[in-house]
């Protein structure tokens, strides 16, 4: 078992920036491809970013735009998401992931409980 636990989510102006974090614990991180999802009322779950188990591979939707960074430090086994120039479109419930391979599609084993990111106008 994994337990993920994202931080780091809050309140933000428009082109604004904030930093998740993603605490796992359970077992060792590098022998999973990690990542994010995000989620807003009414739609379902959507791929945001994910990074291979040794760090090296990264793999972000197209909306993302080079506006964020995923990165992860395995001693800590620690996630992190980077996003800069943040839009009212991003309003969301994050969520960090587990997979059990780094690939185009995530098919996430394991999820966090999610952090709210908030973007006003």
């Known amino acids: 078992q994994v337990q993920l636990v994202e931080s780091g989510g809050g309140l933000v102006q428009a082109g604004g920036s904030l930093r998740l974090s993603c605490a796992a614990s359970g077992r060792t991180l590098n022998n999973y491809a990690m990542g994010w999802f995000r989620q807003t009322p009414g739609k379902e779950r959507e791929f945001v970013a994910s990074?291979?188990?040794?760090?090296?591979?990264?793999l972000y939707a197209g909306f993302v735009k080079g506006r964020f960074t995923i990165s992860r430090d395995n001693a800590k086994n620690m996630v992190y998401l980077q996003m800069n120039s943040l839009k009212p479109e991003d309003t969301a419930v994050y969520y960090c992931?587990?997979?059990?391979?780094?690939?185009?599609?995530?098919?996430?084993?394991?999820w966090g409980q999610g952090t709210q990111v908030t973007v006003s106008s």
């Open positions: 992931i587990a997979d059990l391979a780094f690939r185009q599609r995530p098919v996430p084993v394991y």
């Open positions: 990074i291979s188990g040794s760090g090296v591979r990264v």
